[in-house]
Structure formats: C-alpha cells, structure tokens
C-alpha cells in the first residue's frame, strides 16, 4: 500500500474505534476525522467542505421535515382509532403495529414512525393488563424493515444512491430498493407477527403513559419534613408500608452519605432519603411518612399563567440535550422550569442524587412542569413523551393538505419529474408556507448531528477511493470471495455491512463499505448494483443489538428490555434477512 493509502484506512480505522468508543458524540468524531483528514493531506482543502453542499445533506434534512409534518397531522392515529378497537388478540395486535410502521417508514424516517405508534402501543398493552414489551421490540425491527423500501425510507439508500451517481451511472431512483425491499419487509414482518413469542415472558414495561411512578426499579428523592411522623423513627418504620418493596439506597444527613443504611438506622428531620423500588409500593411509603419529594413545591410556571403544573413521563432519545448530562449540569429548572422528580433505567440501579445522574438515551424519566409549557419543553429538550394524547392531533385541514403534498411528492419522485432533493424540498417549504407544519417545529424536526456528520464523513469516506485504499480492499475481497459463486460473494458483501453497522451507525457504515463493494464486484467482473443495494440492506437492518440504530435504543428502556433479548428476536430475523435478500437481489439486479 502507498502511504496516502495507509494514512486514508489509518484515519478511517481510528474514527470506527472512535465511534466504537462512544465517548464523543457522532458528530464530534466526524468533524474531527474531517480535520485529521485536511491535517494528513488526504483530504484536499479545497474538497473539505463539499459534503455540505452535497444532495444527501438536502435530502435527508427535507425528509426529516416531512416526516414531522406526518406526525403532527394526526393521519395514522385517525386511521388506527377506527380499527383498534376489533384487534382482541395479542397476535392481531402485534401484526397490525408492525405492519403500520414498516409502511410508514417507507415514507417517513423511521424513528418518526415508531415514535407516532409508541404511544398507541402503550393504550392496546393497557387496555388488556399486558406489558407494552410484547409490542416495542417488533415495531422497532418493522421500523427499520420498512425503510429499506423506497429511496428516503433510510439515509443508507440515498448515500448508495449516490455512489451508484458517482461510479458513472444514473443514481437510483425513488421505488428501485422497492422490489427487493418489500419483499424483504413483508417477510420479515409477517416474522415478526409470529415470532413475538422468542421474547421473554418476564420483561415488564411501564404500562402507564399517565400515572406517575409507574416504571419498575425507579429512583426518587424524598426529604423528611420537619413535623413528619417518621422523625426519630427508623429506616424499617419507613419501609413498613411499602411491604419489603422500597429500598433505603442512602441517607443524606449534613452533607453526608450513609449508603446502604441498617434497618435499626435512625431517621432525622431534614434528611434527604434515597428510595428506590416498585412505583406502588414509593406512592404508599411517601404518602404514609408524608415526604415530600425533592423538587416537588419548586415553580415550574411561566410568570401570569393559571395552569397547574403537571408530571409527565419522557424518553431520553439520542441526540437529546439530556443526553450525557445531568440535571445539574444542564441546570434544568432554572434554564427549562423543569423539576426531575425520579429516573428509570433497565438494569440498573443508581446510588447518586438524581440531580447528579448522567442521563442516557432509553432512560425514562419523570418530569414536573407547567401544564401549558410541558409539551414544549420536551420538544426543546428531545425526549419523547409518553404521555396518553388524543387521536385527534391534527385538524382535519391540516391532514388534507399534508396527505395532499406527501402525496404528490411520492408521485413526482416516482415519475422523475424532478430529482429527489428538489421535490422533497419543495415538499418541505410548501409544507411550512401552508402551515401544516410550524417553523418552529421544523428547525426542531430537522436532526443538526446526523446531517453535520453526513457532510464531513463523504470527503473523509472518499478519501478512501481517491487514494485507491478501496482497490486495495476490493482485491482482498476478491481473493477471499474467488472461490464463492456469485450469490456468495453478495452475500458476502451483506453480511460484512450487516455485522459493521453495530458498531457505526448505517450511515456511516454505507459510506465506508458502498465504495468498498462497487470495487469488489468490479474486480470480480460483475455488476456494482448487486452490491450496493446489499450494503444497503445489511447496513440498514440492524436486529442484534440496542446501541446500532436508535430506534434500537428507544424501546429498551420503556420495554424493560437487556441487551441479550435483542439476538433472541433479532438473530433469527437476521438470518430471514439474509436468505432472502440474497436471491432477491440477484433476481432484480443481475450479477451480468
């Protein structure tokens, strides 16, 4: 290898152990490879920035804001309100949720359409006693399913999109994933409708979107007041009425931490006690020792209002300004007149104050604030809510004129009137001159990190093919793939991007592997389309863990679920994937 050979596949080495690393954030660790990249001369100065002005960076971002648009319109909960109530089975239940958001996310971007079901799943899973578990982790596999049926259903499609252009042909069109795509989504949902049952039995989800403390192993903070009955009393006296169910993690006293204290450990006024256990079983110990919880009396309401403050259950999703933070250090009542008021997390149980807990993305938190300005400030914030709302989120006008442009966007994309970016676009600003979406929410809609890495990745991720380091790779491919058939070495090429994607995000992992695996199949002598529509798919489908995709990430917690229960569902859905996309592909896209 040359040396800007080696210097190319040592940059893009160091910024997979970056990403592996997770200490920075994705866009940090983009930004950084970009500089490094300027800094070794492999990325020239003058193409440092072209990734800004690339069509993908449109793309995505006006994607995103048609996407919001859908949610606010209120189009799948009017649909699902008049059929929800005759779907009486668990089976019928789980089919119908996987099947709406595989079909929503060929259209919109896929953690929008989970996020639009959630909270649906959660009524059906309270309306029969049963834990929301059963539903969350196949409506996120069906998510990322349903994106890799048309062009803007993933960010992998439109970057393979892309490559395609830029190996000298035309770049794929709107519905070319689809033959291939929705044979893959149909299959793997129907799998999903069935296969449910892999997932343990044991995993109990909050079950409540409306009740306070309603999520298992949840962490609050209560002081003793003053006059309180349990003053003099001890640590067992207070856990009386919880029946064994709370537990006493420590007693701040003076400044002071007594961790784990004895059951004979005396209570003073003034202590601040760290409880953790069933939400039931806190509800009863606050209210027998009348605790008040920290943070509770503290304003949350904006200066004249009349509306009463509020508790609200929220996800921390990825890309969240609680993300990596805590309360304190984001100083969340002063800046956002938010009182945190407890924190659940799967697995895990916290010994810190809750103001000094670092949050992460899946954990549910519970949230106190103005009534009027709660909805807001979640939005600021990027948590989900899980919150109970009305199925009449839109009104009627705003349905009509979003399902009217969404609608002729598809068709003018799909006719190639226009190229991809101008129509969606165009979709996007008539969306917001029509008001069916406000610019407020726009801007807010349109995720900053993901397109700020999209742009600096394309110049670093091309590195690799203007220094020939994907010629290299390609040769190495093909002499591991020179004795395989040719559907082995696609499926090669699937599964290589399949088992990366953990590890970046799909984004990334198709901007490395795409130019990797239009060089393998040149070397062999055959078409590139074969090839990058599976880097496509294995870099979209990503069932075995929580920490691949976020979609991943924002069931686990809600769900109850650990990290093992993800191969369960996702290893046999992996390998449907594979044994299908495999034959599927080559049918569709001829290896000559």
């Known amino acids: 290898m040359t040396l800007p050979q080696i210097l190319s596949c040592s940059l893009v080495a160091a910024?997979?152990?970056?990403?592996?690393?997770?200490?920075?954030?994705?866009?940090?660790?983009?930004l950084l490879a970009l500089l490094a990249g300027i800094a070794l001369g492999v990325v020239p100065a003058k193409e440092a920035f072209k990734g800004?002005?690339?069509?993908?960076?449109?793309?995505?971002?006006?994607?995103?804001?048609?996407?919001?648009?859908?949610?606010?319109?209120?189009?799948?909960?009017?649909?699902?309100?008049?059929?929800?109530?005759?779907?009486?089975?668990?089976?019928?239940?789980?089919?119908?949720?996987?099947?709406?958001?595989?079909?929503?996310?060929?259209?919109?971007?896929?953690?929008?359409?989970?996020?639009?079901?959630?909270?649906?799943a959660y009524q059906l899973a309270r309306k029969d006693g049963k834990s929301p578990s059963v539903f969350l982790m196949p409506m996120a596999f069906a998510s990322l399913l349903g994106g890799i049926v048309t062009l803007v259903g993933t960010s992998p499609n439109v970057i393979v999109a892309r490559v395609r252009q830029e190996l000298g042909g035309e770049p794929f069109a709107m519905f070319d994933f689809t033959p291939v795509g929705i044979g893959i989504a149909l299959a793997?949902?129907?799998?999903?409708?069935?296969?449910?049952?892999?997932?343990?039995?044991?995993?109990?989800?909050?079950?409540?979107?409306?009740?306070?403390?309603?999520?298992?192993?949840?962490?609050?903070?209560?002081?003793?007041?003053?006059k309180g009955p349990l003053a003099g009393k001890t640590v067992a006296d207070l856990r009386k009425p919880g029946d064994g169910e709370v537990e006493v993690v420590a007693i701040l006293r003076d400044g002071e931490r007594r961790r784990a204290p004895l059951p004979d450990a005396s209570l003073r006024a003034g202590d601040i006690l760290l409880l953790r256990g069933e939400p039931k079983a806190l509800e009863r110990v606050v209210a027998a020792g009348?605790?008040?919880?920290?943070?509770?009396?503290?304003?949350?309401?904006?200066?004249?209002?009349?509306?009463?403050?509020?508790?609200?259950?929220?996800?921390?999703?990825?890309?969240?300004?609680?993300?990596?933070?805590?309360?304190?250090?984001?100083?969340?009542?002063a800046r956002f007149h938010i009182n945190l008021l407890g924190i659940s997390r799967a697995g895990e149980r916290f010994t810190e104050r809750l103001r000094d807990i670092r949050l992460r993305a899946g954990d549910v938190v519970l949230l106190q604030g103005d009534e009027d300005l709660l909805p807001e400030r979640l939005r600021e914030l990027g948590l989900l809510p899980l919150a109970a709302r009305s199925l009449q989120l839109g009104s009627t006008r705003r349905r009509l004129v979003?399902?009217?442009?969404?609608?002729?966007?598809?068709?003018?994309?799909?006719?190639?009137?226009?190229?991809?970016?101008?129509a969606f676009f165009a979709a996007a600003v008539l969306l917001l001159v029509t008001r069916a979406l406000t610019l407020r929410d726009a801007y807010e809609s349109v995720e900053a990190p993901i397109l700020v890495m999209l742009a600096a990745l394309i110049p670093v991720s091309d590195s690799l093919r203007v220094t020939g380091a994907t010629d290299v790779f390609a040769g190495l491919l093909a002499q591991l793939g020179a004795g395989l058939p040719g559907w082995g070495a696609v499926g090669l090429m699937l599964i290589a991007a399949m088992a990366v994607t953990p590890?970046?995000?799909?984004?990334?992992?198709?901007?490395?592997?795409a130019?990797?695996?239009?060089?393998?199949?040149?070397?062999?002598?055959?078409?590139?389309?074969?090839?990058?529509?599976?880097?496509?798919?294995?870099?979209?489908?990503?069932?075995?863990?929580?920490?691949?995709?976020?979609?991943?990430?924002?069931?686990?917690?809600?769900?109850?679920?650990?990290?093992?229960?993800?191969?369960?569902?996702?290893?046999?859905?992996?390998?449907?994937?594979?044994?299908?996309?495999?034959?599927?592909?080559?049918?569709?896209?001829?290896?000559?």
């Not at 910024?15 to 983009?30: E, H, P, Q, T």
């Not at 006006?62 to 009486?88: D, F, K, N, Q, Y």
């Not at 109990?204 to 999520?215: M, N, P, T, V």
Request: charged share 15%; proline share 5%; hydrophobic share 55%.
């Open 52 to 120: 800004f002005s690339d069509d993908i960076v449109i793309i995505v971002a006006s994607a995103l804001i048609v996407s919001a648009a859908v949610a606010r319109s209120g189009l799948v909960e009017t649909a699902l309100a008049r059929i929800s109530p005759s779907l009486r089975s668990t089976q019928a239940q789980v089919a119908v949720l996987v099947f709406v958001v595989a079909a929503m996310s060929a259209i919109i971007k896929n953690i929008g359409a989970l996020a639009m079901m959630l909270p649906i």
């Open 402 to 422: 979003t399902g009217t442009i969404v609608a002729a966007t598809v068709v003018v994309v799909a006719l190639g009137l226009l190229p991809v970016a101008i």
């Open 188 to 226: 793997g949902c129907v799998f999903l409708s069935l296969a449910y049952r892999l997932l343990p039995k044991d995993r109990q989800g909050s079950r409540s979107l409306d009740q306070a403390l309603d999520i298992k192993d949840y962490l609050t903070e209560a002081r003793l007041p003053e």
């Open 515 to 592: 130019p990797i695996g239009a060089g393998f199949a040149k070397t062999l002598g055959y078409n590139p389309d074969a090839f990058l529509m599976a880097v496509a798919i294995g870099a979209a489908c990503d069932f075995l863990t929580p920490i691949g995709h976020q979609c991943n990430t924002l069931v686990m917690g809600p769900g109850g679920y650990r990290f093992g229960d993800y191969a369960r569902l996702g290893a046999p859905l992996s390998l449907l994937v594979t044994l299908l996309a495999v034959p599927l592909i080559l049918f569709v896209w001829p290896l000559r």
């Open 503 to 513: 590890f970046l995000n799909n984004a990334a992992t198709v901007l490395v592997m």
């Open 290 to 333: 009348e605790l008040e919880l920290v943070g509770q009396h503290r304003s949350t309401q904006k200066e004249g209002s009349l509306d009463p403050a509020r508790t609200g259950e929220a996800i921390v999703t990825q890309g969240s300004l609680l993300e990596g933070v805590s309360a304190a250090e984001i100083d969340l009542h």
């Open 15 to 30: 910024m997979m152990a970056a990403f592996v690393w997770g200490k920075l954030r994705y866009d940090v660790v983009a």
